[in-house]
């Protein structure tokens, strides 16, 4: 058995033969260092745990490897730091400090948004900005909603299916797809994006935008399968987004324009109060 340490001019303290405990368990160490801890570096420390799980499974001879790997850039990343700081810069400070700060006010600000501030946003009020910014809501692609049924290209009386979609018989296509069809989605009451429709057909994305300007049946063939979507409404490229498609968007607007008074009027209530309360000082 032979200790694991390392000769650097900053002394690592390893409490134990790292390399017996990763070979032969951990007994003896634990008998020497009740606190769990396997090696010291500058008031920093590493874990029996941490190895422990780091080493998880492996062979002895792997354990050996990963925990010295592990150690190694530990022990760098330690050193450097402490390095740094024996030259700290007031700047580098300054930075921190307001970085601190700022991770405190935004938690606290955060806190006071989702406990105080109003959600409830009106219908008018989003049927107002809807109407008033028409170029703010825009479709980059288009959408649609519709059926999309993947059959075999060998499926049975795929005529009569297209029959169906056209006529949108629901109980027939239903019962065809669940005997034969290999996918199955009807999205009638949500929009899809091109790019969603993309991801479940094989087509390219400035095809589809072209044949959905003048087709409401989209279909196309693989070696294996057909794919036949039928659409039954449809918003294109460059026209206004409907209603329900623009709404989350439009919350977020009133959202984010509402979170801005409210922590304005936060601060300013907290401004007067330190005035009147005298904590504000003025030489």
Known sequence: MHAFCMNMKTKIVVYALLASWMLVGCAAYEKKNQSGAAVELNGQYIYRSTLDSLTLGLSPEDSMRVAQQYISQWAKDVLVYDKAQAHKQQGIEMMVANYRRSLYVQAYEQSLIEKRMPKTIMDSTIVQIYQQMPDRFRLDESIMKGILVVVPNDAPNIDKLRKWLEEQEMDNIEKYAYQNAQGYELFDDKWLTTSDMIRRIPIEHAELETRLKTKNRIEVADS????????????????????????????????????????????????????????????
């Open 224 to 283: 294996l399968r057909t794919y036949i979507l039928e659409v039954t409404e449809k918003c294109l490229k460059g026209e206004q987004m409907p209603l329900d498609y623009a709404r989350p968007e439009i919350e977020q607007v009133v959202l984010s324009a509402r979170q801005v008074e409210f922590l304005q009027k936060e601060r300013e209530r907290l401004y007067n109060e330190a005035i009147q309360e005298k904590k504000i000082i003025f030489f």
